[in-house]
């Protein structure tokens, strides 16, 4: 079964880094784009950020761009998801997921990891 | 920036109801809208996909329609396991959700 398990929320304070990681499994994951999408508590969804297989193409939502380096590893079937001077508002259950479209990217996502929860506070 | 607004934020329905959900889109989208089931504390599911392809798994009962800028989810007999919030997705130009509309027992 293809699978992708988030990890590296917790509390940080305004201002600090955080960085979030995405095991992949069960599928080649240097063949698909995948992305990064947040909820915020009692919201709605956001996407931030897609990366193509090879990583030739990155994308971000003006939300975070400047901010946050979306990056993968495909040695270690990873994604990354760097997170600098964070805010109060950039707290959220940050999900990864992959992008239907094999090889071209550019799709709907499935499937979603459970998400790991970012708070950011003092 | 493509902007997607849902409508009803909130439905209340019972078990058996045809819902219908509604997404418009800022510019015309053809067919690149997708539709996701989300519950409590849960990742979100795909269930549509290119405004009318169920995808593999989901239930006959649900269905997408539309072209352009309108959309509809349509589940034809509400059931138990149904009560969760919908999203829409553009994926015409980057990536964009709607507001979400959460589907409540009446």
């Known amino acids: 079964e293809v699978q992708l398990v988030e990890s590296g929320g917790g509390l940080v304070q305004p201002g600090g880094s955080l960085r979030l990681s995405c095991a992949a499994s069960?599928?080649?994951?240097?063949?698909?784009?995948m992305n990064w999408v947040r909820q915020a508590p009692g919201k709605g969804l956001e996407w931030l950020s897609y990366i193509s297989g090879s990583s030739s193409t990155i994308y971000y939502a003006d939300s975070v761009k400047g901010r946050f380096t979306i990056s993968r590893d495909n040695a270690k079937n990873s994604l990354y998801l760097q997170m600098n001077s964070l805010r109060a508002e950039d707290t959220a259950v940050y999900y990864c997921a992959r992008d239907t479209f094999f090889s071209t990217g550019g799709g709907p996502f499935d499937p979603w990891g459970q998400g790991t929860l970012v708070t950011v506070s003092s | 920036d493509i902007q997607m607004t849902q409508s009803p934020s909130t439905l209340s329905a019972s078990v058996g109801d045809r819902v219908t959900i509604t997404c418009r889109a800022s510019q015309s989208l053809t067919s690149w809208l997708a539709w996701y089931q989300q519950k409590p504390g849960k990742a979100p599911k795909l269930l549509i996909s290119?405004?009318?392809s169920l995808e593999s798994g989901v239930p006959s009962r649900f269905s997408g329609s539309g072209s352009g800028t309108e959309f509809t989810l349509t589940i034809s007999s509400l059931q138990p396991d149904d009560f969760a919030t919908y999203y829409c997705?553009?994926?015409?130009?980057?990536?964009?959700f709607g507001q979400g509309t959460k589907v409540e027992i009446k």
């Open positions: 997705q553009q994926y015409k130009i980057y990536w964009t």
């Open positions: 290119d405004a009318s």
């Open positions: 069960e599928f080649t994951f240097s063949t698909y784009s």
